[in-house]
């Protein structure tokens, strides 16, 4: 048992002293996990291609314009961006509605995600509109690809508040 134990201890050691830089690390597919992912059809239509060929920038900011476009395609609202989102998700008077609005929970979520779809105008959207390269890798531009993905299945889910 000891023998064992110092065993152990040496390999340890050992994996201690082997750099990062040396420790293999697996390769991932990030175009099949979009394919996993990306589900909504005019999601992918906007980004798949923008993506496979290495536009990662170009992709997100595709990404978002297409859930701006689907909110005003589904409001009917002409305005654009954070303006938009703020307008139509408001807890206080929305356009599309995210849940029943019976609750204070309801109202939390409902201004959660108005909050959410106006910082991914502001802070995703729009630098990448005003810039020609943020420079966005691989996996950080289908993270974002996924969050729009989200907010594509809330703007479906949605309700439209009847006046």
């Known amino acids: 048992m000891h023998e064992l134990h110092e065993a152990i201890q040496l390999a340890r050691k050992i994996d201690q002293a082997v750099p990062d830089s ?5 390769k991932i597919d990030f175009l099949s996990l979009y394919d996993m992912l990306i589900l909504d059809d005019g ?3 906007a980004t798949r291609k923008l993506y496979r060929n290495g536009h990662y920038s170009e992709s997100v900011f595709a990404a978002f314009k297409y859930v701006n476009n689907a909110v005003k395609t589904k409001t ?16 206080k008077s929305p356009v599309l509605r995210v849940n029943e609005g019976t609750s204070v929970s309801d109202n939390d979520e409902q201004q959660g995600y108005m909050e959410i779809f106006a910082g991914v105008m502001k802070g995703i959207r729009n630098p990448r509109g005003h810039e020609d390269e943020r420079g966005d890798t691989e996996n950080k531009a289908l993270s ?3 969050i729009a993905q989200h907010l594509c299945e809330v703007v479906a889910e949605s309700s439209k508040v009847q006046v």
């Not at 040396?22 to 697996?26: D, H, L, T, V, Y």
Request: charged letters at 25%; hydrophobic letters at 50%.
């Open 22 to 26: 040396f420790r293999a690390k697996p």
């Open 76 to 91: 009917g609202l002409r305005i654009d961006g954070d303006n938009l989102m703020r307008n139509v998700f408001s807890a």
């Open 43 to 45: 999601l992918r239509t």
């Open 144 to 146: 974002m690809i996924a």
